[in-house]
């Protein structure tokens, strides 16, 4: 990809051939899907046809081994269409499949689960956050006691995506609570074959479609085996995948705003006052460009990121790289510009605006979970100005 984001051919071929099916086969259920609030059943065997399950998954394992480039165009291009949706789909593919890929020591799990993420046939999540513990990650306090050769799991998470549909749940534990952070493991289980687990879905105004779940464990066994990486590791596998959720994440939110500008233009346009279409108007005119401006300067941080950690040969963010520091800027800057988009958005459709069977109203309340979720808008201007007093800024990255 060339700074002036012009796609390979490859790349042009990805977007068309999931924009063509976002408008055929997602649009003409959404307004149903929203309002019943259920994520339409085939989505991931829809997107496993498309060939985006597993994009930078190795061939080996059912995946078409390329980047976090073409990972963020998918995701952007779903978004399209819906961004609760492409968050789904991020959040299965990218936090819990891809993270479990590139820290799992054995192979014979990756090679039993990762097939599976790719058909469809497995749906993931990733557990984080608890009741008490959000941006402070650090402080969870779900339990894994060791037991002979298993672990007895208790404790909660909280506003897991896809919690109330996973097959595969990927999530962090206390092992050693005395050594604070350096105390915590992560570990996998098949949810739907657990004992011991619970999953209440939360009700959301926004990102309706894509499920959300309160997670209950008391005394779950899981076997020793399902450690990811290493015994009191957890946090490096956090950290690892953070800046890959960050970055492709910023796809749902450019999705969105792409598509507010995109219907804005056409209603500003048809709509007519004063007899002449409310285009015309400089107020509006003026939010329309302002809309493209803020658009575009968060594509170029967003697809920047993504270049920088495809350039990367162990694409590890965390604390001390360039990589965090990209990471949370370009979502701290898509997010916070995608809201403002969907309320411009918003205001140009007057009250139609503010009615369901616009799509704007979705994409308005879809938007506003960016500045809150994969880490607020506050943690992530922590972690710029973090790296930035590192190095005062030496990379220039």
Known sequence: MALDFTFTEEQRMLEDSVYKWGMDW??????HMCEIDEMPPDIFKETANLGINGIVFEEKYGGTAM???ETLLAYETIARVSNALSMTVGASQTLAFDNFRRNSKNEEHKMDILPKSCSGEYIGCIGITEPNAGSDAMSLATRAEKKGD?????????????GPVADFFLFYAKTEPEKGPHGITAFWFYPKEAKGYTCEKIKKWGMRTSPTGLITFEDMEIPEENIVGELNKGVKVLTAGLCTERITLCGCTLGSMRRCLQDSLQYSKERVQFG???????LIAGKLADMYC???????????AASYCDALEDKVGGKGTDLDRMAAAALLYCGEKGTKIGLDAVQIHGGYGYC??????RHF?????????????????????????????????
């Open 26 to 31: 997602l649009e003409p259920q959404m307004e």
């Open 67 to 69: 980047g976090y480039i």
């Open 150 to 162: 298993k672990y007895i799991i208790n404790g909660s998470k909280i506003f897991i995506t896809n």
């Open 276 to 282: 002449k279409p409310i285009a015309s108007f400089q």
């Open 294 to 304: 803020e658009y575009k300067a968060s594509r170029w941080m967003a697809y920047s």
């Open 356 to 361: 369901t069977e616009y799509g704007v109203t």
């Open 365 to 397: 309340l879809d938007q506003k979970l960016w500045e809150i979720g994969a880490g607020t808008s506050e943690i992530r201007r922590i972690i710029i100005s973090r790296e930035l007093l590192r190095d005062n800024f030496a990379s220039g990255n």
